[in-house]
């Protein structure tokens, strides 16, 4: 079975541009996560999807950041404009929820760089 | 408020001799558990969890966890070492209820010795 995908695997940009970063879950998964990884803060929830409907935004760091979970296959992060304080790893996860005890699966993370 | 507290982070350790990698946790409930590892460039992947029952759980790749309710520990064993466990180790306490949302600690770094 496929896992979490996520897309881009790396991204250089100029601070500025906008980026957006994709995820597909795994299927039948019915909560998403957003988390950013850095040296210094460690690894942060950003925000979750259950149902497609975000739950907990509380973790975005500022309105530049926004995440849409259109369908039940696909998820978006963007940042506009990126600023280099945005260079960090950001991974999707994902779980069935049904029973509350199911592990999260991660995808391989987007290396995020802004210059 | 909820913290998952790792104090280690990093362990140097021989292969073939035994690993443990210490976690403690700060939750009102019983907590759900879990430990992950990521290798570098990778995601993360999970090597065991614990919800309920036997307080001693089995994971993948030959890892074990004990939980211990007095000390608020979660702590990952494995009795010996090999060179492709050198990874990052990350423990997390789940809650939230149906969400499973997850606190993770700052990590301990392995490396192993030849």
């Known amino acids: 079975d496929a896992g979490v995908i996520q897309s881009p695997r790396h991204e250089v940009t100029e601070m500025g541009q906008e980026v957006t970063l994709r995820c597909k879950p795994i299927?039948?998964?019915?909560?998403l996560f957003w988390y950013r990884q850095t040296m210094m803060r460690g690894l942060e929830l950003l925000i979750y999807?259950?149902?497609?409907?975000?739950?907990?935004d509380s973790g975005m760091p500022e309105d530049r950041f926004s995440a849409k979970m259109p369908n039940a296959s696909f998820s978006t992060l963007k940042i506009q404009p990126s600023e280099p304080r945005d260079s960090a790893v950001y991974f999707c996860?994902?779980?069935?929820?049904?029973?509350?005890?199911?592990?999260?699966?991660f995808g391989d993370g987007t290396r995020l760089s802004i210059l | 408020a909820q913290s998952v507290t790792q104090p280690d982070i990093h362990i140097t350790v021989s292969e073939g001799a035994s690993l443990e990698l210490r976690c403690n946790y700060s939750?009102?409930?019983?907590?759900?558990l879990f430990w992950y590892v990521q290798s570098p460039g990778q995601g993360l992947q999970l090597l065991l969890k614990?919800?309920?029952?036997?307080?001693l759980v089995q994971g993948i790749k030959g890892f074990e966890a004990e939980f211990k309710r007095s000390q608020s520990s979660f702590n990952l064993r494995k009795p010996s070492v090999h060179w492709s466990d050198a990874a990052e180790y990350f423990c997390?306490?789940?809650?939230?209820?149906?969400?499973?949302?997850?606190?993770f600690g700052t990590g301990t770094l392995l490396a192993v010795q030849p």
């Open positions: 999807f259950n149902n497609n409907v975000p739950i907990d």
């Open positions: 299927s039948g998964h019915n909560s």
């Open positions: 939750y009102g409930a019983t907590p759900y």
């Open positions: 997390a306490v789940g809650y939230g209820g149906a969400t499973n949302k997850l606190i």
């Open positions: 996860a994902s779980s069935f929820d049904r029973y509350s005890n199911q592990p999260q699966h």
């Open positions: 614990y919800f309920s029952g036997d307080t």
